[in-house]
């Protein structure tokens, strides 16, 4: 399928550049066979006050938990919090100086059928006095199959002013057939 | 193209009388998540279950949590429901429950769930039901009965 302007992935249905309502669905992509490399909304209208992203995702990086990174106009970030708990223990960490990890999902050798489920905010992103910061809700079960379920908080920031109209999500090798990602535009 | 309403809501119940569920059911499946806000009068734990799969015999349902005040993880491997709480609900319980892509028919489904309450806690939960089947049912359950003045709304959003 040819890209539409503005936004690369397998299948792009939206609705583009009209927000009529106070939470309007901005783009939607879902992967078909094969897979996707990485899932990029572009072209992002500066007409709303907020975005949120909510996914559906399973990556066909070999393994069981895979990490999501997100980048801002193709800028990495620069440094990412989190809060866990994997069913036995519970922790935090965070990286500084690193491209920023904005959550966790299910890889190709978790059990069939489990995906991760997410939503990310990110609040002001068309401020130009402000860095950018993001906040996210990731969790995935696995029926203790040895996937590495976990449910976590994170949070990355981008130390750039620039106003946001990319976001690109990767997750190693790529997204799974039937991930499905939704860029909402909130007015404020 | 001008968007449509895409944050709606489906459906809302305010317990006029003790019940011992609230079933939200024919869920439509026009639409691509679900939130489910739920704020019970009653204490104790709380739980939901999808389309039919309501037996206490069922194992098709877990769920993975981080819980605090003093912080903590754990899970609940098949089993027949997805909580709503992990800590000790003692009241005022205020959970938002989202489910993803609810309607396909190719995965299993997740949840997740947040939540506050009295007690001084607060929860984060994963929930998973091993089952492809398009979700047209929730029913929701506790230790005890709903208790008059408890709410539940269910609410879709529409991607483009």
Not at chain 1, 84 to 89: A, E, Q
Not at chain 1, 124 to 149: P, S
Not at chain 1, 168 to 179: E, K, M, R, V
Not at chain 2, 59 to 87: E, F, V
């Amino acid at each position: 399928m040819s890209p539409i302007l503005g936004i690369t992935a397998s299948q792009i249905t939206g609705h583009l550049w009209a927000p009529s309502t106070d939470f309007d669905s901005i783009a939607t992509t879902t992967v078909g066979a094969g897979g996707t490399a990485s899932i990029s909304f572009t072209s992002i209208p500066s007409t709303y006050k907020h975005l949120q992203i909510r996914l559906f995702a399973r990556s066909t990086q070999s393994t069981g938990t895979q990490n999501v990174n997100m980048s801002l106009n193709g800028g990495p970030g620069s440094t990412w919090h989190r809060v866990f708990g994997n069913g036995t223990s519970v922790g935090a960490n965070a990286q500084i100086s690193a491209s920023v990890i904005i959550g966790q999902i299910s890889g190709a050798t978790a059990a069939s059928g489990v995906f991760g489920v997410a939503t990310i905010d990110l609040l002001d992103y068309k401020e130009t006095t402000k860095y950018k910061t993001a906040r996210a809700l990731f969790g995935f079960d696995d029926n203790n199959g040895g996937a590495g379920a976990v449910v976590q908080l994170f949070s990355g920031l981008w130390q750039d002013s620039t106003a946001v109209s990319s976001i690109t999500l990767t997750a190693g090798t790529g997204f799974a057939q039937y991930t499905s990602a939704a860029l909402y535009g909130i007015k404020g | 193209m001008a968007a449509g309403n895409t944050y709606t809501q489906i459906a809302s119940t305010t317990v006029g009388t003790s019940t011992a569920s609230v079933v939200f059911s024919s869920i439509p499946a026009t639409y691509t998540d679900l939130v489910a806000i739920v704020t019970p009068t009653q204490s104790g734990d709380l739980w939901f279950q999808l389309n039919t799969d309501t037996s206490g015999a069922s194992t098709n349902y877990s769920s993975t949590w981080l819980y605090g005040s003093t912080p903590g993880s754990t899970r609940d491997t098949n089993a027949y429901r997805i909580y709503m709480n992990w800590s000790s609900n003692a009241g005022n319980y205020l959970g938002i429950i989202q489910l993803n892509n609810y309607s396909n028919t190719t995965t299993y489904k997740t949840a997740l769930i947040r939540n506050g309450m009295n007690g001084a806690s607060v929860d984060l939960g994963v929930g998973l039901w091993r089952n492809t089947a398009a979700i047209d049912t929730i029913t929701f359950k506790g230790t005890n009965n709903y208790g008059v003045g408890s709410t539940i709304s269910l609410y879709g959003i529409k991607a483009a």
